[in-house]
């Protein structure tokens, strides 16, 4: 049996036994504990287990219900959002909330509570779920809404799989007039540019996000691009979108992101030359720009890399995501994808979630072993002083305390966990 990896490449684990689910139910006689793996899309150890079963659910991609009129679809938890997608869209319906990949599960969303470039007026994935249907080893088949078993309806909202098999979801589509996009890059020269210029931005669009150069100092410290879009109000007579596709053939014997070509591809993307005032994009790629390259995590080489994605709250963002930029850029590690967002107001969907007001700061590092794991010490420090939270979804390697004091409900969320699910990231913070 092959070591199961997730899309970081860190870690890889084998579990006692693979099963692949054709029916939403739990497998009989299967090995314990249960860990849900939908399409392999977390940076970690939420959906990897080293103990029990391992629980395929790609094979639950079914559509059961999609009301039109209402905008209002339910189907199977295994199904993409990629699939989703070409169904929803000619009807006038987008995805209340979206992740920068469509390549995840839709039990997934639900599992990771994930948010996207419109947390500030949307809320997170959770936020629009309206019912799931949750199959547990000890109470069997449970239909959860707020109004029917309302605990388990918020403990199973980013509760990482382990309140029982999610076996389909219900959730709110977004109204939509054409399949484009009204969108904007603006160029700042400094972090402090950036709240001002996101403040303004948010009030003016439903979507907003910025890409930071994490490696440039001083005067230019934290010198970025806002790209800010809304849902166009104006058909596209005669455009049709084609995608194009690329791919990462092989793994290359070492990682292609170093510090060298981590400051020319930096200096070269936010020097590039940039269409000004607004233009029309269809959604692609903008929510979706790395879905174009299939297999772009083998860049990384064999050693592979991690995703650290924190959140600061209001009170503190201002300061600490200037300290966790210095951190990064003198120990000259960086990224390609450092990405910087700030959060709405809206209280957390689901006991787990990890959005919460502040603002995120996300950002792939090679694995180079303790040379990274001492900076993840250095900016854990800081996210721990300033009351912030790394995200689940996106960790390999997150200390337990850190867990704890990010995640105050972890205690109350264990009443809810199935006895027969576990993973190895609970297996962690458990530990």
């Known amino acids: 049996m092959k070591p199961l990896l997730s899309w970081n ?10 099963i692949t689910l054709q029916h939403a139910s739990l497998p009989p006689g299967g090995n314990t504990p249960f860990t849900v793996y939908g399409n392999g899309r977390s940076y970690g150890d939420v959906c ?23 905008g209002i679809l339910r189907c199977e938890a295994g199904i993409q959002l990629a699939d989703i997608l070409p169904v929803i869209v000619p009807h006038g319906w987008f995805l209340p909330v979206t992740p920068g990949t469509r390549f995840i599960t ?7 509570d994930v948010h996207g470039k419109n947390h500030h007026n949307s809320g997170s994935f959770g936020h629009h779920v309206t019912a799931l249907g949750l199959i547990r080893s000890d109470h069997g088949y449970l239909h959860c809404s707020k109004q029917q078993n309302s605990a388990y309806f918020k403990a199973t909202i980013g509760g990482l799989g382990l309140t029982g098999l999610i076996s389909w979801v219900e959730f709110k589509l977004l109204p939509i007039k054409t399949e484009y996009m009204t969108c904007q890059a603006q160029q700042f020269s400094h972090i402090d540019e950036y709240w001002h210029l996101n403040n303004t931005s948010a009030h003016q669009n439903d979507y907003t996000v910025a890409w930071i150069d994490c490696l440039s100092r001083g005067r230019a ?6 790209f800010s879009a809304r849902h166009s109000d104006q058909q596209q007579p005669g455009k ?3 995608e194009k596709f690329h791919s990462m053939p092989v793994t290359p014997p070492i990682s292609l992101v170093n510090n060298l070509s981590l400051r020319i591809f930096n200096q070269l993307y ?6 000004t005032g607004t233009y029309i994009s269809h959604y692609t790629p903008y929510f979706y720009p790395l879905d174009s390259i299939k297999h772009w995590n083998r860049m990384y080489g064999p050693e592979g890399f991690y995703q650290y994605q924190c ?3 209001p009170e503190h963002a201002t300061h600490a995501i200037k300290q966790l930029l210095r951190c990064i850029s003198n120990s000259g590690q960086g990224s390609f994808l450092a990405v910087l967002k700030s959060f709405g107001t809206q209280p957390a969907a689901g006991m787990l979630s990890f959005t919460r007001p502040g603002t995120t700061l996300a950002l792939d590092f090679p694995n180079r072993g303790h040379v990274t794991q001492n900076l993840f010490k250095q900016l854990d420090q800081i996210v721990f002083e300033t009351g912030g939270a790394l995200y689940p979804a996106k960790d390999a390697r997150m200390p337990t305390t850190l867990f704890r004091s990010s995640f105050p409900q972890w205690q109350k969320f264990s009443e809810y966990t199935d006895p027969c699910f576990s993973s190895d990231f609970w297996r962690r913070m458990n530990s």
């Open 9 to 18: 490449r860190i870690p890889n684990t084998q579990p006692d036994q693979l």
């Open 48 to 70: 990897l287990t080293s103990h029990g079963s391992l629980i395929y659910t790609k094979h639950l991609d079914r559509f059961i219900q999609f009301d039109r009129i209402h």
């Open 106 to 112: 839709t039990g997934g969303a639900v599992a990771n």
């Open 221 to 226: 410290q934290g010198r970025g691009i806002l």
């Open 240 to 242: 049709h979108y084609h």
């Open 270 to 275: 936010y020097h590039w030359p940039r269409k």
């Open 311 to 313: 959140v600061i709250p």
